[in-house]
């Protein structure tokens, strides 16, 4: 059995999960990280016909076919992960079928009993609140969440810009991001509950706090 520690992030849009990938590879260290949404967005900008059809559903919503997510991320894992090293899967698995093709891939690589899904656990509300109150660096395009501490700031912590909401975060758009983890990212929780795989960390407290919750899990 391979020894590192791997991870998948699931939570509702406005969660937290790159932040704690990010505090995740802080820790640990040698961690391949790997977000879906990335990888989409790169699929969009190449030049093929999946491209064109990726780069539209991106704009204009919808879905694509349920195998193109994992044949990504598999993709990416097959040709980059050293023996060596743990991964992040950033959103994904976000369906039941690629819950089941990332186990078989995982069986392969003998990392199974080494892989933690945490779910960053938030209310819908709470999902809500944070994607429509979220603000943006006009000078220097950091996102600054709705959590803790940086609800009260009034200018970028960073570079001191003008702080604006985003023009993406409409309310149609939140709201068919957190439809979508009601209808389908749920059945994946309760896959992975259902055979006691799950870590459930409570994402409605700090930064801080959310990250020293997942160590304590792992422990
Ligand atoms: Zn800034």
């Not at 790159?18 to 995740?24: E, P, R, S």
């Not at 990280?33 to 967005?41: E, Q």
């Not at 803790?148 to 909401?165: M, P, W």
Request: neutral net charge.
């Amino acid at each position: 059995m391979n020894k590192v520690l791997n991870f998948t992030l699931i939570g509702r849009s406005g969660s937290g999960k790159g932040t704690q990938a990010k505090l995740l590879m802080k820790h640990f260290g040698n961690l391949f990280y790997l977000a879906t949404g990335d990888l989409f967005r790169d699929l969009s900008n190449a030049n093929s016909d999946t491209s064109i059809r990726i780069k539209k559903i991106l704009k204009e919503g919808g879905l694509p076919f349920d195998d193109l997510a994992s044949a990504l991320w598999m993709h990416e894992l097959a040709y980059n992960l050293k023996e060596d090293q743990g991964f992040i899967l950033d959103g994904a698995p976000r369906r039941v079928n690629e819950a089941q093709t990332l186990d078989r891939f995982l069986d392969f690589l003998e990392r199974k009993e080494t892989t933690f899904n945490l779910l960053i656990d938030i209310s819908r509300q709470e999902a809500h609140d944070r994607l429509s109150k979220r603000r943006i660096c006009k000078k220097c395009g950091r996102l600054i969440p709705w959590v803790g501490e940086f609800k009260e700031l009034k200018t970028c912590d960073k570079c001191n810009g003008e702080l604006t909401t985003r023009a993406d975060d409409t309310f149609e758009a939140i709201n068919s991001r957190l439809d979508f983890y009601d209808n389908r990212v749920i059945k994946v929780v309760e896959f992975y509950e259902t055979q006691n795989r799950l870590i459930k960390i409570n994402g409605e407290q700090s930064i801080e706090d959310v990250f020293n919750d997942i160590l304590k899990a792992l422990k």
